[in-house]
């Protein structure tokens, strides 16, 4: 049973955590028209699938290629057996590309992530504490929150242990618990509203957060935990009819 929650824990955290953010929703709504969005979305998950199968057999392939190197970092270091095998058995021009291609992805993925956030939350929140806000305003605080969010995620990736891999599926973590019930809701449920996206958000993190520091090595992994307690919120803030909802 625990082997079953955790794979479907994380399933959950990389399929729909990464829904509401840049991977899928940004792209979604940044499209023409809904003929593109739906398109765009399908393919981008086909070569989701198609490139990452490369490290995939590239790893595999290690195994055959060099067992020893395999041995020597899986229990230890197994994110150095795929640089390792490229250093130690591929050509100059292959490293060149490898490398290349991995500093690419990560310097876009990163550049992406923080414009991401940034722009939501100078557009939808701070414009709307400060609604006469002129285009430059807006600019400047952008701006500025780009820099902020970066000083913060160097500061916690520099004092973490985590892995690349790792950092990424907690950020997923934050969304599955808090961003893709309110946004999943919002477009399918008809009763869904303000006070059922608040109960959704707030239910979601305080759950997650309580047994990520409580029982972090609990049956039922933290973010599916999180991802129930924001369900339960937005249905139990659906019950609330909508005439009670105006009149407060």
């Known amino acids: 049973l625990a082997s079953i929650l955790g794979f479907t824990a994380a399933l959950c955290t990389m399929m729909l955590g990464s829904i509401p953010q840049q991977d899928v929703f940004q792209r979604i709504t940044s499209s023409k028209n809904v003929n593109i969005a739906?398109?765009?979305?399908l393919l981008g998950g086909v070569l989701y699938f198609v490139f990452a199968f490369v490290p995939l057999y590239l790893a595999y392939s290690a195994?055959?290629?060099?067992?020893?190197?395999?041995?020597?970092?899986?229990?230890?270091?197994p994110q150095m057996i795929l640089p390792k095998l490229i250093l130690n058995h591929a050509p100059l021009i292959a490293q060149v590309m490898f490398f290349g291609a991995l500093l690419s992805a990560i310097k876009s993925c990163a550049s992406a992530t923080l414009l991401a956030p940034s722009v939501t939350f100078a557009e939808n929140i701070v414009r709307g504490f400060f609604k006469h806000l002129s285009d430059q305003d807006l600019l400047k605080v952008m701006r500025i929150t780009?820099?902020?969010f970066t000083a913060v995620v160097t500061f916690f990736a520099i004092n973490s242990n985590l892995?690349?891999?790792?950092?990424?599926e907690n950020a997923y973590k934050v969304t599955l618990v808090a961003a893709f019930v309110p946004l999943a809701f919002?477009?399918?449920?008809?009763?869904?509203?303000?006070?059922?996206g608040l109960l959704s958000v707030v239910c979601g993190l305080v759950v997650w957060v309580s047994c990520e520091v409580l029982a972090p090595e609990a049956i039922l992994p933290p973010q599916l935990a999180g991802l129930l307690a924001s369900i339960a919120g937005m249905l139990l803030g659906g019950m609330v009819p909508r005439a009670k909802l105006i009149a407060s």
């Open 163 to 168: 892995s690349i891999f790792k950092m990424v």
């Open 186 to 196: 919002g477009v399918y449920w008809s009763r869904a509203n303000s006070l059922g």
């Open 38 to 41: 739906v398109q765009a979305a």
């Open 63 to 77: 195994t055959i290629i060099s067992p020893d190197l395999v041995k020597q970092y899986l229990y230890t270091d």
């Open 146 to 148: 780009v820099l902020c």
